[in-house]
């Protein structure tokens, strides 16, 4: 039985504590918080005990940790728990510097400690049944990838100023996605991006409407829709085409009833939000990250997963702002120096 030291109590730390304790093989043995009553909730709800991060971090009895604090605190805990000898699970980005990412990387190497990412969609039924349709060849070779990813409504303005803009918070995730399903990274980055759902968003220096396209060494396409307002739920759709084909992950919708009459055919919306969508994908997720410690096999998503999908956040910054496209080693080789 893993036991499993908790670094933050907010809404994803709950979603977090709910795939540990049902996991057959790990338990919540500690919580942690900047806000001390908010650990103890979390903590009393799942019999675990309350501690500091310092704390869970340097205790022998913890065999983990799960980061779920604010980014800009990531790289300092991973690589704190993994001197201390800790496999880690953190939370998407890495960090919201990419130098300060590679940094991390480098030492958690010289650790030998596993670090995986927590990019769930990679473990999305769906998804990860139209990534494995690829791989073996269904649709012949891949030409071209969309990627749709619309939330139903913005975040807090006072979460977007700390966020690190919509590339690093919310399209890492798809560019993560795309890396998944494409099974490499993209040569060029070119977006555009601007404030159509609330102005505060551009005055806090942010977009909320975006769409990125990716182009690849042999000539594939990718695209990424972006919105931070959807008012008919949170939509959530792949589609690749292929030489053979064509692959398509639908939304999941709140109910399967299909009403068809002579005035039209009605179904269900989309699951409003990302916790009602993703939450099979985070246990998938969790599941994932127990046995790779258990088996002593590699992570499947790791921090040089997280480093590629931050450099691409990156890179679609420095196209927005400068209308041209991007080329990606321009972002990796100076970093990696």
């Known amino acids: 039985m893993l036991r499993i030291g908790l670094l933050g109590a907010g809404r994803i730390g709950n979603v977090h504590a709910q795939a540990i304790s049902d996991h057959p093989e790990s338990i919540l043995a500690m919580v942690s918080d900047a ?7 979390l903590a009393a709800t799942y ?12 205790d022998p009895g913890i065999d983990a940790v799960l980061i779920a604090t604010p980014t800009d605190t990531h790289s300092d805990l991973i690589e704190a728990a993994t001197l201390a000898g800790k496999a880690v699970l ?44 690829v791989d073996v060849g269904e649709i012949g070779a891949p030409e071209l990838l969309s990627i749709t990813s619309f939330d139903p409504a913005p975040p807090p ?17 798809d560019f993560d996605l795309a890396n998944f399903i494409m099974g490499e990274l993209p040569v060029s980055v070119s977006a555009v991006g601007t404030s159509t759902v609330d102005p505060a968003i551009a005055e806090a220096g942010d977009v909320d409407t975006a769409v990125v396209t990716m182009t690849y060494a042999d000539g594939k396409i990718a695209v990424i829709k972006n919105s931070r307002r959807a008012v008919y739920g949170y939509d959530q759709r792949v589609e690749i085409l292929g030489s053979g084909g064509l692959l398509q992950a639908q939304n999941v919708l709140e109910n399967t009833v299909v009403k068809s009459t002579a005035a039209g055919v009605i179904s269900a919306k989309p699951t409003y939000f990302f916790l009602e969508r993703y939450m099979p994908a985070y246990r998938a997720e969790w599941d994932a990250f127990v046995a790779a410690i258990k088996t002593g096999s590699e992570v499947p998503v790791t921090l040089a997963d997280g480093v590629a999908a931050l450099a691409m956040a990156e890179a679609a910054t420095r196209s ?3 209308g041209a496209p991007v080329q990606l080693d321009e972002i990796l080789k100076p970093v990696a120096k």
């Open 90 to 133: 953190c939370e998407k980005p890495v960090d919201l510097s990419l130098d300060r990412a590679l940094a991390c990387q480098n030492a958690v190497a010289a650790s030998g400690q596993p670090v995986m990412i927590g990019f769930n969609r990679r473990f999305d039924p769906g998804f990860g049944s139209l990534k494995t349709a």
């Open 320 to 322: 927005v702002r400068s």
């Open 157 to 173: 303005i006072e979460y977007v100023k700390v966020s690190g803009g919509l590339f690093r918070d919310m399209t890492i995730h």
């Open 47 to 58: 019999g675990a005990e309350a501690r500091s991060s310092s704390e869970i971090i340097g």
């Open 35 to 41: 806000l001390t009553e908010s650990a103890e909730k």
